[in-house]
């Protein structure tokens, strides 16, 4: 399928290997004319220059150039805030850079387990994994232990890893679940620098609950098969109302944690800022979340706003570039019929240019549409009801909604074993159809 002619929005990120090869990679993303949501990767190639924002950007463009793609159709990148790739796109590219809701999560979150108690509580949690995954003494007692208090074997712990924080979550998860074999097995080796007291596995217990919903969110967001960029700031609502909420069991440390997530995920999407617009809008047009319940009215006053004058140019230029129709070839004969015609002519031609270009009502018959469920398909809603009830504002969001809200697509290019980039290739299009690494997950 040809991207050309289409509004694309872009995932980008670089990788290194252990050889110290460094690779740029970036992927497509489309809404066709079906309203399917469809991603290419129009590019994985080595980066020999150094990693300046301009080396990045001329990478990138190279890779639309290779296509046909022009750059003026790129609605948005998606990095992972990577500073050289947010300047290659916002400076060099003059394109709206979105940064990844995934690796904004991670950020926030290393920031709040990064608290002194809950730290050394992660840390020890750390040492146990790798001791019980780098000794067959320990592994063997382990499974001892879990057979004899009948709970499911593990064949290792899971450890956590640095720029992974899902990962952290897992652990503490899984450790909190074989808390009573790991502990017998401590116990029996007198192994106390790997003793959590009670107070500790207490609070790893609340930090895994205040967690979990990071977790969901990463995860549903890190689809490729539906819109996701509509879903970053209600989302974020949503977290940032869940970590509002208190327990008597939330310790100072557990706070403080809450306290520095918060702090960190209110300054990565400032409300003066262009993203902040540019993602109210994309949900604005996800039929889940346009009623805007996460923004007050002065700011849902703005997106709509936004949204009709960018339907308003589309029905102008539409205007514009309609041709006149054709001379009659012959003049009617008039009749009574043609003269009532010609006495109410200008008064229901009015109407009706008025009812076709009625945007604004379109808008607002638009906002009184049920709220779709979150788990709900809206390119479906789109395809099915929203294009034919609502056609200038499904161009708009087939533009927005294209928009991923992660740069996962890219990440997932680079394979972890043996260091392999992934290079399948699928035609995008007849001329160009040796050049195209296509990864099909959502076929």
């Known amino acids: 399928m040809a991207i050309k002619n289409k509004a694309v929005a872009l995932t980008t990120d670089g ?21 399917e949501m469809k991603d290419f990767v129009l590019k994985t190639g080595e980066l020999r220059e150094s990693h300046t924002a301009e080396n990045v950007s001329k990478s990138i463009v190279d890779g639309l150039q290779e296509f046909g793609v022009q750059l003026e159709s790129v609605v948005a990148v998606t990095t992972d805030n990577a500073a050289n790739y947010v300047n290659a796109v916002e400076k060099h590219m003059k394109t709206m850079n979105v940064p990844c809701f995934a690796h904004t999560i991670n950020l926030a979150v290393r920031k709040g387990l990064g608290v002194r108690s809950i730290e050394n509580s992660v840390a020890r949690l750390k040492r146990t994994a790798a001791y019980f995954n780098h000794s067959a003494t320990a592994s063997y007692l382990l499974e001892e232990k879990q057979k004899q208090m009948e709970m499911p074997k593990r064949d290792k712990l899971i450890n956590d890893c640095a720029t992974r924080w899902n990962s952290t979550y897992e652990m503490i998860s899984q450790a909190l679940e074989q808390q009573a074999p790991v502990a017998a097995v401590i116990f029996d080796k007198k192994l106390s ?113 936004k949204v009709l004058a960018e339907i308003t140019a589309i029905a102008a230029a539409k205007k514009s570039g309609e041709s006149e129709l054709p001379a009659p070839l012959e003049a009617p004969r008039k009749s009574s019929l043609s003269a009532m015609g010609h006495l109410f002519s200008q ?39 929203g294009s034919a009830r609502y056609p200038y504002i499904a161009q708009v969001a087939k533009k927005y909604l294209t928009v991923p809200g992660t740069s996962v697509r890219s990440e997932r290019v680079f394979s972890s074993a043996g260091n392999i980039v992934n290079k399948k290739r699928s035609a995008l299009a007849a001329d160009h159809v040796d050049r195209l690494v296509f990864l099909a997950n959502n076929m």
């Open 15 to 35: 990788w290194t290997s252990l050889a110290n090869d460094a690779f740029v990679t970036v992927t497509a993303h489309v809404i066709t004319e079906d309203w």
């Open 193 to 305: 620098n790997l003793e959590l007291s009670t107070s500790e596995w207490t609070q790893l217990e609340r930090v895994k609950d205040i967690l979990r919903p990071f977790k969901v969110s990463t995860v549903a967001l890190s689809t490729d098969k539906y819109p996701t960029a509509s879903a970053v700031l209600p989302m974020r609502h949503v977290l940032l109302s869940h970590l509002r909420q208190e327990t008597d069991s939330d310790t100072a440390a557990v706070k403080e944690m809450k306290a520095k997530i918060t702090a960190d995920l209110n300054k990565r999407y400032p409300e003066d800022g262009d993203v902040f617009m540019f993602l109210n809008t994309a949900s604005y047009l996800d039929p889940r979340f346009h009623c805007l319940g996460h923004l007050d009215h002065g700011r849902q006053q703005e997106v709509h706003d």
């Open 347 to 385: 008064v229901y031609q009015q109407q009706t240019r008025a009812a076709a270009y009625d945007l604004h009502g379109e808008l607002v018959q638009y906002e009184r549409e049920p709220q779709l469920p979150p788990d709900a398909d809206p390119l479906l809603w789109w395809k099915s009801t």
